[in-house]
């Protein structure tokens, strides 16, 4: 095992600081990272603050992990020493049940490990994330990077990235169709740029008429004030798929009224209620869908695909001593789009 400098909270209400944590030692099997970038996302501050009551602490966030390989065992075959690569919400599975063997990880029937506040089988109590220097992770959970992006605006890709790609490739947006994406922030702002250079006609939903402008800079052909009831009707029953980003409990029934019949409404806010009425659903065979991140062939993909078309988040990078003045900013949307962390910035 190895000690090194990590950003934790102690309690639910206890302000992020410094503190040391425990990496095991390399296994056959394992890839240790040096951590250059780590986004941001708002799942930190809700694992932080015990918004989903599972929280573990001292909790290391962090699930957007961006760096350079530092050693591989001796078994590792597809990484070498200095090659730059990722880590997203996952570190292990168990590799063996329908889902793991159908590279849909994320739902791991028997229980995928988590970046952070997973169950740490090696070293026992739970796992910790990249606010960290540092991290050891099983070979298949580790990602390769295109050298031609910008490494830090990568960063969130491995969370805000792939969970608005997977819904785009699992409902087969294409060239062509009419996708509607609901919410502009860290989430919503990478649905419009995926969906852009996927070909299909954008439009940014919103109840903001200020973001209408940032929204086409990202890609978005139209803009449609969810508030205005006359424009919404003008785009009734016409959408091929929305991506629907919001984050908390919202009325879904006129948004579900914009979609063609047999289209579908994808969620990947993780939200705790849904208002909607069944008969809109009813009169159109409509489907209201949910996602979760990706599988890591398709977080692969992803990355892939934003090597050849040249994309990555919106980013204001910070450093860590910065972190807790920034989750009350993204607690108060208050950031464009993502805050990603200069990991060189621990060493200070």
């Known amino acids: 095992m190895k000690e090194i400098h990590a950003y934790g909270a ?3 209400d206890a302000n992020l600081e410094a503190l040391n944590i ?11 990272i040096e951590i250059e970038y780590c986004g941001v996302c708002h799942s930190d501050i809700h694992q932080v603050r015990n918004d989903w009551g599972n929280s573990k602490y001292p909790v290391v966030p962090g699930h957007e992990i961006v760096g350079r390989v530092a050693e591989v ?4 075959k597809n990484f070498k020493v200095g090659e730059l690569v990722a880590v997203g919400c996952m570190v292990d599975s168990c590799q063996e049940c329908d889902s793991c063997k159908e590279d849909l990880e994320q739902y791991c ?9 997973g169950n740490d089988k090696h070293l026992g109590g739970h796992t910790f994330g990249g606010y ?3 991290v050891v992770v099983r070979d298949k959970f580790v990602l390769k990077v295109p050298e031609n992006l910008d490494s830090a605006a990568v960063a969130p890709l491995l969370c805000a990235g792939i969970t608005t790609w997977s819904p785009l490739k699992q409902w087969k947006v294409k060239k062509g169709d009419k996708v509607g994406v609901v919410g502009l922030g860290g989430l919503g702002h ?3 740029k995926f ?3 996927l070909g299909a006609h954008v439009v940014m939903i919103t109840t903001s008429p200020s973001k209408a402008e940032d929204a086409k800079r990202l890609g978005a052909d139209e803009v449609l004030i969810s508030k205005n009831e006359e424009e919404m009707k003008k785009h009734q029953g016409s959408f091929d798929f929305i991506l629907n980003t919001v984050p908390v409990g919202h009325d879904t029934n006129p948004y579900i009224a914009l979609l063609k019949r047999d289209a579908t409404m994808t969620m990947v806010g993780a939200i705790d209620e849904v208002d909607l009425h069944g008969a809109n659903l009813i009169m159109g065979r409509k489907r209201l869908a949910g996602s979760l991140i990706g599988g890591i062939k398709e977080t692969q993909e992803m990355l892939d695909f934003c090597g050849k078309h ?5 980013i204001e990078m910070i450093n860590i001593q910065e972190i807790n003045k920034a989750y009350e900013r993204v607690v108060n949307s208050d950031v464009k789009y993502r805050f990603v962390i200069d990991m060189k910035s621990i060493k200070n």
């Not at 425990?22 to 240790?32: A, C, E």
């Not at 040249?310 to 919106?314: E, L, R, T, Y």
């Open 10 to 12: 102690q309690a639910s």
């Open 109 to 117: 029937e028997n229980g995928m490990v988590a970046t952070y506040n």
């Open 310 to 314: 040249d994309i990555v988040s919106d």
């Open 73 to 76: 065992g001796k078994d590792v």
């Open 195 to 197: 969906a852009h250079a």
């Open 22 to 32: 425990k990496r095991r030692d390399i296994l056959p099997n394992d890839v240790k």
């Open 190 to 192: 990478m649905g419009v």
């Open 132 to 134: 960290s220097e540092m």
